[in-house]
């Protein structure tokens, strides 16, 4: 297993890296986040002694599980990524667990990650999802109510607002994908302006990694490319 997931970082750093050089980017521009949700303490172990730092959960059951043990076993440079739709009665457990937040969407939310982040941490870094492809099914925040989001999370003190999440429409029509990137990057490149520690956008996961990387991304999320299928069963 460590030899199939440390080639499938190869392959996947190598495409990476081939999409940075046709956009004219550095390669230190980019953070690869490991998709692990549903995946075993043991694959996660596997890809970290392959390199890899970051990496990203959706559920709230299995996170709590995974990431005390992982602690416990040394491993405590890991940066957690929260990156799935929040439940209002998950925001304790995510404000306790995770480095960052990538799926912040309304106030609700956002007030209860501050309120509930344990003070002995540092603030909580949050991205603002945005539903960069009004799709009703799609969580995020619309543009039209982004400005209002942004002003209310820079007030809440155990919270620091670092960027913008995005995922785009499941579609083959890559030039539907392509304009919801470029609205998403000058959106961001906009706010990066005006705001303190304001530098990543999230967007692109495999299929569209590089419209993605052309667009600005600072952040690719890949799961199934690393690990393989997701896997439901036992930590």
Not at 30 to 57: D, M, W
Not at 58 to 77: H, L, T, V
Not at 84 to 111: W, Y
Request: net charge negative; with cysteine; hydrophobic share 35%.
């Amino acid at each position: 297993m460590l030899e199939n997931i440390t080639s499938n970082l190869k392959k996947v750093h190598d495409e990476i890296n081939s999409c940075l050089q046709r956009a004219e980017r550095s390669q230190n521009d980019l953070t690869l986040l490991c998709v692990s949700k549903t995946k075993p303490i043991s694959q996660i172990i596997e890809a970290y002694n392959a390199g890899e730092r970051h990496f990203g959960e959706s559920y709230i059951s299995e996170a709590k599980d995974k990431i005390p043990q992982i602690k416990e076993m040394g491993y405590k440079d890991i940066v957690w990524h929260f990156i799935g739709p929040i439940q209002s009665n998950k925001t304790k457990h995510i404000a306790e667990l995770f480095d960052i937040v990538e799926s912040v969407d309304r106030l609700k939310v956002a007030q209860r990650l501050s309120d509930q982040r344990p003070k002995n941490l540092p603030p909580l870094k949050v991205l603002i999802q945005v539903n960069i492809s009004n799709e009703e099914q799609k969580s995020g925040c619309s543009y039209a109510d982004l400005d209002a989001l942004i002003n209310e999370v820079q007030n809440l003190p155990q919270l620091e607002l670092c960027g913008l999440m995005g995922v785009a429409e499941d579609t083959a029509d890559k030039e539907i994908i392509d304009k919801s990137f470029v609205k998403l990057h000058e959106t961001f490149n906009s706010l990066k302006q005006k705001l303190p520690h304001f530098d990543i956008l999230s967007i692109g996961m495999t299929h569209d990694m590089d419209l993605a990387i052309k667009e600005g991304s600072t952040e690719i999320r890949i799961g199934t490319a690393i690990f393989g299928a997701r896997n439901y069963g036992k930590l």
